[in-house]
């Protein structure tokens, strides 16, 4: 083997960045493989850090990981921050989900009661106080839920920093798809890359996102039940501030969010297409965030488009997370994170490093769906 690494990350996405900023804070000796760091979903993410705004009736388990990985957001972000002297535009004024017809006003009755019965913190609101605390929301806005405890980031602020902290704490970058996962006496021992050159490693996990379940050199029972999920999102340029905190709004059932940037850029997003591959960037994805952006912010339509973009998620069949040891020794997957990779990016970390309670982990485990009959 040309290099030998204690632990090499396939991906450089925000969780591979992550599981390897971590393990080289623990002194080991870390490489992340990655044609194209930080260029796949969450190059395209919003960056919210909401699991109580987003909560939804069948999934408990995703928001009590949710909720663990929000507690770590601040300590995280604050590490990074200075680990790398980048600013990750680091905000904590909560989400505000608001509801435009009637229907969508019953659902979210109903998503605050289910809320409050958790013991979550959130404040139903009457469409005049969104108004108050949101002046831009449109007058057909009839009432919202805010979810104080929320936060939200700026996801390429944090792959950048990531990148550099990584480089500062002595880890490698290897910008090289990996070809080939090795095994030898059926134990992961390493990688070879598209270049050819081949790269030892104690272990090795698995962070390719959607692109987690196409690996060359495993056993197809190794290999993680993920499919691409693709969202859309498109990011509008303001002079000024439009809103001052995350919104969520349903229109007639279709959701939207608006996340508000530092900068003044405003992300809506996204679509949610089961569409293979595809990262088009579609006139109908993008006239559907329009359509429902207007009814909720009517002065988006006066913004100037900065940037379209078209990502994809990891899903899984239970849309939890897989991250553990798989069923191959030397192999972990940090995977599956579907429409949570950046909100649990701090979690997956310290999961992967065994700093998590062992609930969590159960809940993450990859061997779950072999256990199942
Ligand atoms: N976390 C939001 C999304 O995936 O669209």
């Known amino acids: 083997m040309a290099h030998r ?20 804070g623990r002194g080991l000796r870390v490489a992340v493989a990655d044609p194209a760091p930080a260029s796949g979903a969450s190059h395209a993410a919003a960056g919210m850090l909401a699991p109580v705004s987003e909560v939804t009736y069948t999934e408990e388990p995703l928001l009590r990981l ?25 905000r904590t004024d909560g989400t505000l989900d608001v509801a435009f017809g009637s229907d969508d006003l019953a659902a979210l009755d109903d998503l605050a009661a289910f809320v409050d019965k958790l013991g979550l913190p959130a404040e139903r609101l009457t469409g005049r106080e969104c108004r108050r605390l949101e002046p831009m929301l449109a007058p057909a806005v009839r009432g919202g839920m805010l979810a104080g405890g929320d936060a939200w980031v700026d996801p390429r602020r944090v792959t950048r920093a990531l990148l550099a902290a990584l480089e500062r704490a002595g880890g490698a970058l290897l910008r090289s798809r990996v070809a080939e996962v090795l095994t030898a006496s059926d134990a992961v021992t390493g990688v070879r890359l598209a270049t050819g050159e081949t790269v030892g490693a104690d272990r090795v996990v698995l962070a390719a996102g959607a692109w987690s379940g196409n ?10 039940p993920v499919r691409p999920v693709k969202g859309q999102i ?18 007639h059932g279709s959701n939207v969010y608006l996340v508000p940037r530092g900068d003044g850029e405003v992300v809506l997003g996204a679509t949610q297409e089961e569409m293979g591959f595809d990262t088009r960037v579609t006139a109908g994805g993008l006239w559907e965030l329009l359509r429902d952006a207007r009814e909720l912010v009517p ?40 429409r949570g990779g950046v ?4 979690l997956t970390a310290d999961l992967c490093w065994g700093e998590a309670d062992r609930e969590l982990s159960t809940i993450c485990s990859p061997l779950r769906f072999r256990e199942r009959p």
């Open 299 to 338: 002065g988006v339509t006066e913004l100037e488009v900065a940037d379209v973009v078209a990502g994809l998620r990891p899903g899984t069949p239970d849309n939890l997370p897989l991250v553990g040891p798989a069923s191959v020794p030397g192999l972990w997957l940090a995977t599956g994170h579907h």
């Open 5 to 24: 690494f204690d632990v090499l990350v396939i991906g450089g996405g925000v969780i591979g960045l992550s599981v390897a900023w971590r393990a080289a």
């Open 215 to 224: 690996l060359a050199g495993l056993p197809p029972e190794a290999l993680p």
């Open 66 to 90: 949710g909720l663990a990985s929000l507690q770590r957001w601040p300590a995280f972000a604050a590490e990074l921050a200075e680990a790398s002297g980048h600013d990750l535009d680091y």
């Open 234 to 251: 498109m990011r509008l340029r303001s002079p000024a501030p439009v809103l001052r905190r995350c919104v969520r709004g349903a229109v």
């Open 343 to 346: 909100l649990l990016a701090p």
